[in-house]
């Protein structure tokens, strides 16, 4: 399994500034439904193992920061850390967009873009990206404006009596 870029220095900064013991962190992470031990939360910190998005996500709560700041990456790249930092796993992201979870999963895999307009336009929303981030996201060239589909515009008229 693939798991996330993780900074251990930043976790365990933000452990600390909040003024909590690695036990502390098991704890919460384990009200939260993901069961971690305290040697696993060591091994993190140490950089000996890296959390898995679930993780991820959880702990990046418990410590009250970014999920971007636990990979310690300025800003997200590939479409694998855009949807990770919005705190998505795939099958989750493929359902908001409708489109397959293994569709979406060899998107990422390949680095390509295949949805459709209305997936597309989807994507854009939830991972708050524009057409160019998702350009350079896959490294595909920019798609001309007009191929992410718009939102009908409403228009009002006011019937004017007499």
């Known amino acids: 399994m693939n798991r996330p870029p993780f900074s251990p220095d930043t976790a365990m900064s933000a452990r600390q500034n909040l003024g909590l013991s690695p036990h502390q962190v098991t704890e919460q992470m384990n009200t939260y439904g993901v069961v971690v031990d305290i040697p696993l939360v060591h091994a993190w910190e140490a950089g000996e193992y890296r959390p898995t998005e679930g993780e991820l996500f959880v702990l990046a709560d418990v410590l009250w920061c970014r999920t971007k700041d636990l990979m310690g990456i300025e ?5 694998t850390e855009h949807r990770l930092v919005r705190q998505f796993s795939t099958d989750r992201l493929a359902r908001s967009i409708g489109m397959d979870t293994a569709q979406y999963e060899r998107a990422e895999e390949t680095n390509s873009w295949s949805g459709d307009g209305r997936q597309t336009s989807a ?12 350009a ?8 001309p404006q007009s191929a992410v589909p ?10 004017v009596s007499r």
Do not use: E, I, K, N
């Not at 996201?137 to 798609?143: K, N, Y």
């Not at 718009?150 to 019937?159: A, E, I, L, V």
């Open 75 to 79: 800003s997200p790249r590939t479409l």
């Open 123 to 134: 994507l854009l929303r939830v991972l708050d990206l524009t057409p160019l981030r998702l």
């Open 136 to 143: 350079q996201a896959t490294g595909q060239p920019v798609a």
């Open 150 to 159: 718009r939102q009908p515009r409403t228009t009002w008229s006011r019937g």
